[in-house]
């Protein structure tokens, strides 16, 4: 596929290394512009870009960037996209939003509202950078990690959970974007590293 990836952190930086290692055609950019990331570029075969040339032909988009940057993406490059929100909302970094604090909104419910027309899809968001990286696994090994997967468009959901089983990892059905709280911080399934029955039984027991 051709993908673009929003943010060169943790997160990002992982993504692009792990998908470019599946072969997909990876355009990575971040705020301070594509000369910054030539390094990452030249060890993974990915393209340095601007926010534009990432997300323009892109058949999926990844966002792995602070929550307090979505608002400065602009809405209408987004308008079609199967975007992946890998994004989690720290109130010591990000600042107060009243409806994320009192959970009344779910943080991905919240980026799809800043990304109207984009088809949103919550995962990547509650694994460790380096688990990521290291700890995928073939279909059926005992120790295979799963990963949650929440969207409101059915075929969007569909390709993002093949999308993480191709990284090796058992996508799990995490419902809607508003009950995607449920893998966000300070849930069961947040950075635990369950398997598939874990996740699904951590989504189960989380409290608003």
């Known amino acids: 596929m051709k993908i673009g990836i929003i943010g060169s952190g943790h997160i990002g930086g992982t993504l692009t290394r792990?998908?470019?290692?599946?072969?997909?055609?990876?355009?990575?950019?971040?705020?301070?512009?594509?000369?910054?990331?030539?390094?990452?570029a030249q060890e993974t075969g990915a393209t340095a870009g601007t926010v534009e040339q990432a997300v323009q032909d892109a058949e999926l988009v990844i966002v792995a960037i602070p929550l307090l940057a979505v608002p400065a993406l602009a809405p209408e490059l987004f308008d079609g996209k199967v975007v992946v929100d890998a994004d989690n909302y720290y109130p010591q970094r990000d600042g107060d939003i009243p409806e994320l604090l009192d959970r009344s909104l779910s943080s991905s419910r919240w980026t799809a509202e800043h990304l109207k027309g984009a088809r949103v899809v919550k995962a990547f968001n509650n694994i460790q950078a380096q688990h990521l990286m290291d700890n995928g696994r073939p279909a059926g090994a005992g120790d295979r990690i799963g990963l949650p997967v929440a969207a409101d468009d059915a075929d969007a959901k569909q390709l993002v959970m093949q999308l993480v089983d191709s990284l090796g990892f058992d996508p799990v059905d995490a419902g809607t974007l508003d009950e995607s709280w449920r893998q966000q911080p300070d849930t069961p399934v947040y950075g635990t590293d369950r398997d598939a029955d874990g996740v699904r039984q951590g989504l189960a027991e989380a409290r608003p």
């Open 18 to 40: 792990r998908l470019r290692a599946l072969d997909h055609d990876v355009t990575v950019a971040n705020s301070r512009g594509p000369q910054t990331l030539t390094d990452l």
